[in-house]
């Protein structure tokens, strides 16, 4: 079966701070799909990055950068000199192979809070 | 270059009563996804459409049913609402059906049951 974990349930941090969120994963397939998504108060998720399970290099983008380490089933989500406007709920989720499953299972989130 | 639209934004309903939530989907894209999503958890899959039909469905009673139209938007039915079906209704849109594809949501619908 495949679970996504985010075992941090809400993080504070204060302006500029650096700030990793955590995501695990367990599947039995050899190809899936890996994504972030955002969430602020108005309910839309926002699309951060989509990952591929044979493509394990690090990517950054801005301030934002993702780890992806099949070894831990680990793709973790780190966010450089934080922002207030970075504030809001953070969702990993998990697809299967492309002939399979169509749905995308979602961890429970981690609130991130960005003091000013 | 429109985002997946839906509607209504908000609404409140009585339990047993039924209701219906539209979806426009994001231009260029021809699969449509729900997703129901409680106070404090993730998104739970309820369905897929493509090509007018239900590809793939989540764990959810059959009170719950779709429909996709020729132009690509859809509709969520919900009958004999239950409390417990308050939640944000997400819906989501893709170019193909493959579970490779980004999904991209719109701002849901919160529906609350009374």
Do not use: M
């Not at chain 2, 997946?4 to 996804?33: A, M, Y």
Request: charged share 15%; aromatic share 14%.
């Amino acid at each position: 079966a495949q679970k996504v974990t985010q075992a941090q349930t809400e993080i504070s941090v204060v302006e500029k701070e650096d700030v990793t969120l955590d995501c695990v994963y367990e599947t039995r397939d050899t190809t899936y799909y890996l994504f972030w998504y955002k969430q602020p108060p108005s309910g839309e998720l926002v699309f951060l990055i989509r990952r591929n399970s044979f493509d394990e290099q690090n990517e950054i983008s801005g301030r934002y950068s993702w780890n992806f380490q099949k070894s831990t089933s680990s793709f973790n989500f780190t966010i450089t000199a934080s922002q207030v406007v970075d504030s809001a709920v953070y969702f990993c989720a998990l697809s299967g192979p492309p002939s399979g499953t169509y749905k995308y299972i979602f961890g429970t989130g981690t609130r991130l809070k960005v003091l000013a | 270059d429109a985002g997946v639209t839906q509607s209504p934004t908000h609404l409140i309903k009585t339990r047993g009563q039924q209701v219906t939530l539209r979806c426009s989907p994001k231009s260029g894209h021809d699969t449509v996804s729900w997703y129901q999503q409680a106070l404090g958890q993730g998104p739970q899959f309820i369905f897929q459409y493509y090509e007018e039909e239900e590809r793939q469905r989540g764990n959810f009673p059959d009170r719950f049913s779709g429909h996709q139209f020729p132009n690509y938007s859809s509709e969520l039915n919900v009958n004999a609402l239950l409390l417990g079906d308050s939640a944000l209704y997400l819906c989501a849109s893709s170019f193909g059906a493959s579970s490779g594809n980004t999904i991209y949501f719109g701002e849901g619908s919160w529906l609350t049951v009374v």
